[in-house]
């Protein structure tokens, strides 16, 4: 076991009912159940805890049961039990007011059942027409109050994407303000509970070697690719809706932000959450050039994806080069790609060191000699590359790799996953790893005018052979600037 160096702390989650609306879905089932019993499973919930699903299909005990079960099962039948054993179904009727009545009756005896006192987590995993009714009628129905000076609370989590353009998600968000306030809206992209992510951060501020080197004076470049291997896989509908851009741009903004934010002076809600403020403050929103540069795919097999129109331009691939105005990184842009079947699922960070400007290195045409590659998933790993004399009597240059697999040590098979991780997080009370509205409200400012330069007629649509790491356009983004995709 290898033991934490110096600062240390731990997420201690209040004790509380979870209440699960949309509870019979896609992501219900895939995530959330999942997160739950792990949670139950490994011990990491709150000793006084119960999880009320809803929904309105009806589903009688054994019926709920064989679901849950089914859900769990990836997170092994011992946490599916341990969650089974704490959890209840209720049937919704949205629109009813004697429903609301019926929920506060049943969370009244969950909450006296399991030693709760008025402490709520309202999940909203339905579809987000639907976020705004719910809040409402929680509100009109006293279960969004927090009397009690900090002894009763209420929070409701939503899910990305928050809207499909400026207009819907400020009309979401909004709506959702008339029930609650902003300290008690909790928006998840789970790209920011993932182990890795956080790393970034932890890294930096713990490595000189790091920090000191991570600015415009060292670097060259950085990359972001979010590769997918599958296609839409039965969800074309909804893709033929939102596109890769909007599904996808929150994960992207969010590895741009903790790469590139200066470092809070601790990690904790309101000093975070301004840093990224500033960082998000200094990234200019693209032009009606810029914008129309952006590079916009699609892999060779989409239109023939059941449910997909005839002649559809919705993009699956995105490359774009994103600058940052501040002192740390004016010149040095950020290029980013992402896309759907675009060969392994890869998603990494890549921070290219400028060449050497002297000794026996410098001139020569053989790449980089360091690049920091910070590997987000499936691989969770760290490697730095560096020139190193060949061994043997010649005076010869070669490349090799320093690796840190990051979950290499026992101790961490036990972590919590993304989804747990944000779960415990908003069971303390604490927003850090969630979007605030400021995010929101930035990714559709930037967003927007790409979206706008894509409605131009003509505007490319660059097709790509399915698995490849997507159309020519984008390695010509890069080419452009003399540089090329690791
Ligand atoms: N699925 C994903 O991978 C994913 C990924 C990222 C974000 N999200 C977001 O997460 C939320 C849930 O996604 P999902 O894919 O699970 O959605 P979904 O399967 O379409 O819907 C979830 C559940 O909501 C209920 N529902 C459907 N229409 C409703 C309505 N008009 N009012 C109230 N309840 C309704 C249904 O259950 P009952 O009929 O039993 O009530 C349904 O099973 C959405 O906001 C989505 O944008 C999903």
Redesign the pocket.
């Known amino acids: 076991m290898t033991a934490p160096v110096g600062f240390c702390s731990e997420t201690r989650p209040d004790s509380c009912g979870v209440v699960l609306?949309?509870?019979?879905?896609?992501?219900?089932?895939?995530?959330i159940i999942p997160a739950l019993a792990g949670l139950c499973g490994k011990g990491l919930a709150p000793r006084n805890f119960y999880a009320l699903f809803?929904?309105?299909?009806p589903?009688d005990r054994p019926a709920f049961e064989a679901r849950l079960a089914a859900a769990a099962a990836g997170a092994g039948g011992r946490c599916a039990r341990a969650l089974l054993a704490r959890a209840r179904y209720l049937?919704?009727d949205?629109d009813s007011p004697a429903f609301y009545r019926e929920l506060s009756a049943a969370l009244d005896a969950l909450d006296a059942e399991h030693g709760v006192e008025k402490k709520r987590l309202f999940y909203?995993?339905?579809?987000?027409?639907?976020?705004e009714?719910?809040a409402l009628r929680l509100k009109d129905a006293g279960l969004l109050s927090e009397p009690g000076g900090g002894a009763h609370w209420s929070r409701i989590i939503?899910?990305?994407?928050y809207g499909s353009s400026l207009e819907s998600a400020c009309a979401l968000d909004s709506g959702l303000k008339k029930a609650v306030p902003e300290s008690q809206i909790y928006r998840?992209d789970?790209f920011t509970g993932k182990e890795t992510v956080q790393n970034i951060l932890a890294l930096r501020a713990a490595n000189p070697l790091f920090e000191e080197t991570w600015n415009a004076r060292f670097l060259d470049h950085v990359q972001i690719t979010v590769f997918e291997e599958l296609g839409v896989e039965g969800?074309a509908s909804?893709f033929e809706r939102m596109g890769l851009a909007r599904?996808m741009m929150s994960h992207i903004l969010q590895l741009a932000a903790v790469t590139a934010m200066d470092l809070p002076e601790g990690f904790r809600d309101s000093q975070f959450k301004e840093q990224k403020r500033r960082f998000f403050a200094s990234v200019p929103k693209p032009g009606p050039g810029e914008a129309a540069g952006f590079v916009r795919g699609q892999y060779a097999g989409y239109a023939g994806e059941p449910g997909v129109a005839q002649g559809s331009t919705t993009e699956t691939f995105l490359a774009f080069r994103l600058l940052v105005e501040n002192d740390r990184w004016r010149g040095v842009p950020f290029y980013i790609r992402a896309g759907k079947k675009a060969g392994r699922k890869r998603t990494r960070i890549d921070l290219a060191y400028k060449k050497p400007s002297s000794g026996a290195f410098s001139g020569t045409d053989a790449g980089y000699s360091n690049v920091f590659t910070l590997n987000i998933q499936p691989r969770e790993d760290l490697s730095l590359s560096m020139v190193t004399k060949h061994p043997g009597p010649k005076q010869c240059f070669t490349p090799r790799a320093m690796n840190l697999a990051y979950r290499e040590h026992a101790e961490e098979a036990g972590a919590p996953d993304d989804y747990e991780r944000l779960l415990l997080e908003a069971m303390a009370g604490d927003q850090t790893l969630f979007l605030g509205d400021f995010e929101m409200k930035f990714l559709w400012d930037y967003l927007s005018p790409v979206l706008k330069a894509w409605e131009a007629p003509g505007a490319p649509l660059h097709l790509y052979p399915d698995g490849s790491a997507g159309p020519a356009a984008a390695d010509a983004l890069l080419e452009r600037d003399g540089r090329r995709w690791f």
Do not use: N, Q
């Open positions: 609306f949309g509870a019979t879905g896609d992501l219900a089932a895939r995530r809803v929904g309105r299909t589903l049937r919704a949205y909203l995993a339905t579809p987000p027409s639907a976020f009714p719910i939503i899910e990305k994407p998840i789970h969800r909804f599904d």
